[in-house]
């Protein structure tokens, strides 16, 4: 019913900078919050950014000031801009939304398949 793929991840030095994506698609009404989350191997999945479908934005403080969270809602599309990467943002990054399909008045909860980011020292 709805797909969320994301695409951007890859290897970079520390320092350096990628840009995550997440686009939606499938029978979609409208969506709600979206959101970036992370799993790092041995970790727990962990919230790295927010945003709501007015554009408000939340962030975990490790990556305040080095990650924007943006959206696209006339393209189902969300987006994560990660400067100065850390080694410690080594993860997998999942895109996760709040998805209304046409037909229905509540949200369901999809994730992404997950794409890996490795950031070396």
């Given amino acids: 019913q709805v797909q969320l793929v994301e695409s951007g991840g ?10 995550l994506s997440c686009a939606a698609s499938g029978s979609i009404f409208s969506i709600n919050a979206m959101g970036w989350y992370r799993q790092a191997p041995g970790k727990q999945r962990e919230l790295v950014a927010g945003i709501t479908s007015g554009g408000r934005t939340n962030y ?7 990650f924007t969270i943006s959206r696209d809602n006339a393209k ?8 100065s990467l850390k080694p410690e943002d080594t993860a997998v990054y999942y895109c996760n939304a709040e998805v ?4 229905l008045d509540y ?13 070396s020292s």
């Fill in 107 to 119: 949200s369901q909860t999809y994730w992404g398949q997950g794409t890996q980011v490795t950031v």
């Fill in 60 to 66: 975990a403080d490790s990556v305040k000031g080095r």
């Fill in 10 to 19: 890859g290897l970079v030095q520390a320092g350096g900078s990628l840009r």
């Fill in 76 to 83: 189902n599309t969300m987006y994560l801009q990660m400067n």
């Fill in 100 to 103: 209304i399909l046409i037909g």
